[in-house]
Each structure stands twice: as structure tokens, then as C-alpha cells.
């Protein structure tokens, strides 16, 4: 079983910065890919940013040139660094990891980011 541990959230200024990782226990060899998703209050989850084993990344369009995933597999952790946040980036972020083996499909607790005006 894969545990996913988010961490980095707070609460920040419009055009601030921010860096949230994600801890998967165990060995990140097998999570291929890892997400970062979002929920703002009363929206859907959206995808923010996928990065896969050998380094490829996609973006929302709302977040392109903003964000950037990254990930240490020596260190089983992805990272999101988040630049000139706005307002609108308000939500909680999840982790998500896909075994690429089993197919199992596993989300983390969440960390809250908070952009204020």
C-alpha cells in the first residue's frame, strides 16, 4: 500500500510563492505518473500537473509558466513550486500516484494554499 504525504500549503500574498512536496512511501519507481490536483471550495477537482517517470510534464493552462512539477525519485517526492500565485490558485492540492504495475490509483490528504489579495 502506497501512502502519500503532502506538505508546503499556507497562506500567501497575490505574487507569492509557494513550494508543496508530496512523500510516497516506499519506492516512487513503481508511480508512474504523479499528479498534483486541485479543489477550491464548491468546484471540481482539477489537474494541475502531471509528471511521469522519465521526467515529462504537462500543465493546466491556468497554471502554465506559473507552476513547476518536478521529482526526486531517489527521494520518492514530487514537488510543486507555485510563483506568482493569485487569488484564484485558493484550494486545497492533492497528491496522486498510479502504480504503473497494479494500476492502483493513490491520492494524498491534501494541503490547504491560501492566496490572499
Known amino acids: 500500500q502506497v501512502q502519500l504525504v503532502e506538505s508546503g500549503g499556507g497562506l500567501v500574498q497575490a505574487g507569492g510563492s509557494l513550494r508543496l512536496s508530496c512523500a510516497a512511501s516506499g519506492s516512487s519507481s513503481s508511480l508512474n505518473p504523479m499528479r498534483w490536483y486541485r479543489q477550491a471550495p464548491g468546484k471540481q477537482r482539477e489537474l494541475v500537473a502531471t509528471?511521469?517517470?522519465?521526467?515529462?510534464?504537462n500543465y493546466a493552462d491556468s497554471v502554465k509558466g506559473r507552476f513547476t512539477i518536478s521529482r526526486d525519485n531517489a527521494k520518492n517526492t514530487i514537488y510543486l513550486q507555485m510563483n506568482s500565485l493569485k487569488p484564484e490558485d485558493t484550494a486545497v492540492y492533492y497528491c496522486?500516484?498510479?502504480?504503473?504495475?497494479?494500476?492502483?490509483?493513490?491520492w494524498g490528504q491534501g494541503t490547504q494554499v491560501t492566496v490572499s489579495s
Open positions: 496522486n500516484a498510479v502504480n504503473r504495475y497494479t494500476g492502483g490509483n493513490y
Open positions: 509528471i511521469t517517470i522519465g521526467g515529462s510534464t
